[in-house]
């Protein structure tokens, strides 16, 4: 039998790790999305979160896909795991820049996540014990043509310490929980069809506790009290897989899904909402004349906002570093709404000789909410030269929801525009022997419409700002004793208040990313890995007095915004797996291995007087066992 086909060519502003790239990183603790962090253009400012950070914007401005269905989040609250059972991914892709209309909306990056089919041959699975929390998988045929997976996890930080307690704070909060659950019941209808019914669900809960003489509710009473919050997320799907043959393939969706948050803070109050989102979605694929590869789509959303809220709303954004709670306006709003949003597509990777391909693409995008439209191009070309080099360029527009707390009535300005903004970015890449490859990228982004608070109207669209940097990422493939990466990245990231005039860093400014992460397979049992992660200090705005509020607290004053920096930042990983059988493996890993005191930030006196240094993760060991059956 012979089989022929192309190699899948890495797009303008693409990132793509297998599972077997992810898998053993240091400090994923076995779960492989956790690895991203060490993608080029990616930024974290705690050790606390996983949520990426990507090109200039913030984890808000990013969209997550799961084999073309919408999720509601990716990482569980601490960043200690992500939302997907590691060993049902199969692929991984981040599109940081001018990425394929086919994708939504938002200014960030698109996170596009592959999951693998559930075995054919019996039924089987895997145990997974670490030190975060245990997961059971469990997979199998029904039959010739219907096979299933079904994953569930739950942290066990709660069985363990139930509750900790800083005296000296006068804070206590219980330990985070959360779980979740992954599902697929996959149907081969034909060789060509197949049909697949998608669930998945987290949630995540921690609470907390205040003191009234603890130095945080001096300094914000209202904090003063019990505190918790609440996140989770269903959603479900019935998913049409079809092969159209030498024309092409399609996929039909249509699902349903639901977030949700409950949080409440002391005596300032609580806020209760659910977003509920039914959607319905259409893609197709065809090879036309064997020089086009045309990608049409469309979508269609109605999304219900069901929001309970009495809380004290200080109405901040990131261009307000004085953001007291106590002495806010008390908000009190019953409300639901409905928001339909559709969009079409249509997307064609034109081969122009067997060097040469441009690609041109048009999203159109409808904000029912807003009463919105937006056409925006998508413009890309390729060139494949000798010695397995690649270049790519591509040009983009994009926009964005505001948050939906800032758009709705009473509590927000629904007269907002949405946010937009411009990609552009240049990349050259080669593939080398031995399983060595290289790619280099510099981008461009500029932001338009951001929002600002405002006194008449809440909130309005007046500000901008703009991302560049350069990237490099430098591979060996898995499949000898050694593999790994390296990623560079320099950038600058700014945000300017188009009202005022000030132009300031952005909070996940970082001119410096290094990241260098190597494996070594000593024998089919014994294989070692080190992550070593560098980057710039945080920008964050230093407090250079002090006044008085009314109330007679002592009042800070802020300096200019994001003007000075945190000691750069830097940490060792390490970690060993073992596979004893066949059936049994276990992983051991030490994070912060030479117990760097990495600076989070400051913690002021009641009196702003004084302040001390408050540290990130210490040394700390992790381990975990899986069983497969």
């Not at 363990?160 to 909060?173: A, L, N, P």
């Not at 081969?351 to 040469?356: H, Q, Y």
């Not at 930042?569 to 760097?596: K, S």
């Amino acid at each position: 039998i012979e089989i022929r086909g192309v190699r899948a060519r890495d797009k303008a502003g693409q990132s793509s790790l297998t599972r077997e790239e992810l898998g053993r990183v240091p400090d994923t603790g076995g779960d492989p999305m956790k690895a991203l962090k060490a993608l080029p253009g990616v930024t974290s400012v705690s050790d606390a979160s996983s949520e990426p950070a990507v090109r200039g914007a913030r984890p808000s401005d990013n969209l997550y896909y799961v084999d073309f269905l919408p999720v509601g989040y990716l990482f569980h609250t601490g960043g200690f795991a992500s939302v997907f059972n590691g060993d049902l991914i199969r692929r991984f892709d981040m599109y940081s820049a001018a990425w394929s209309p086919e994708y939504g909306d938002a200014l960030g990056a698109v996170f596009d996540l592959s999951l693998r089919r559930p075995r054919s041959d019996r039924i089987g699975g895997k145990l997974d014990f670490s030190f975060v929390g245990g997961t059971l998988l469990v997979e199998g045929p029904l039959s010739s043509e219907l096979s299933f997976f079904l994953s569930g996890r739950r942290s066990w930080f709660d069985l363990v310490v139930r509750q900790v307690e800083d005296e000296d704070e006068g804070v206590s909060f219980t330990m985070p929980v959360y779980s979740d659950v992954q599902g697929r019941l996959l149907w081969s209808l034909d060789d060509r069809n197949r049909l697949r019914l998608d669930y998945s669900r987290a949630a995540d809960r921690i609470d907390f506790s205040v003191r009234p003489d603890a130095r945080i509710a001096q300094q914000e009473p209202v904090l003063a009290g019990d505190s918790r919050d609440r996140k989770g997320y269903d959603s479900v799907a019935v998913v049409w897989d079809g092969d159209l043959g030498a024309w092409g393939a399609h996929t039909l969706a249509l699902g349903h899904m639901v977030t949700r948050q409950s949080t409440k803070i002391g005596s300032a109050g609580r806020i209760d909402a659910e977003l509920a989102t039914d959607y319905l979605r259409h893609q197709a694929l065809w090879t036309l004349g064997g020089a086009h590869d045309l990608t049409v789509g469309a979508s269609l959303q109605r999304q219900r906002v069901d929001l309970d809220i009495d809380f004290q709303d200080p109405r901040c954004t990131e261009f307000d570093p004085d953001c007291d709670l106590t002495s806010a306006p008390r908000v009190q709003s019953v409300q639901s709404s409905s928001q339909p949003l559709a969009d079409l597509y249509v997307n064609d990777r034109w081969r122009l000789s067997p060097a040469w391909a441009a690609i041109g693409g048009l999203r159109y995008s409808r904000d029912g909410h807003l009463d919105r439209s937006h056409v925006e191009p998508r413009l890309g070309l390729e060139w494949s030269g000798p010695a397995n080099t690649q270049v790519t360029a591509a040009v983009g527009r994009h926009n964005q929801a505001p948050a939906i707390d800032q758009s709705l009535a009473e509590i927000g300005n629904p007269r907002l525009m949405r946010l937009r903004s411009t990609h552009a970015t240049l990349g050259v890449g080669q593939r080398l022997g031995g399983g060595w490859s290289w790619r280099a990228e510099v981008y461009g982004k500029r932001f338009t419409d951001l929002v600002v608070a405002d006194p008449d109207t809440q909130y309005r669209n007046g500000a901008s700002g703009t991302a560049r940097g350069l990237e490099l990422l430098v591979k060996l493939d898995p499949g000898g004793r050694w593999s790994g990466f390296a990623s560079v990245s320099l950038a600058r990231a700014e945000r300017r208040n188009d009202v005022t005039g000030e132009r300031f860093a952005f909070d996940f400014d970082q001119p410096l990313i290094a990241n260098l992460v190597g494996q070594y397979r000593l024998t089919e049992r014994w294989q070692f890995g080190a992550k070593w992660s560098v980057h710039s200090g945080s920008p964050y705005t230093p407090i250079v007095g002090t006044g008085t509020y009314p109330d007679g607290r002592v009042r800070p004053l802020y300096g200019p915004i994001n003007s000075e920096r945190l000691p750069p930042y830097h940490r060792l990983d390490l970690r060993v797996d073992a596979r004893f059988t066949p059936a049994f493996t276990a992983y051991f890993e030490l994070i912060n291995a030479y117990n760097r005191k990495n600076v989070a930030g400051y913690r002021y006196s009641a009196d702003y007087s004084s302040r001390e240094e408050v540290y990130q993760l210490p040394l700390l060991p992790s381990v975990g066992v899986v069983y497969a059956f």
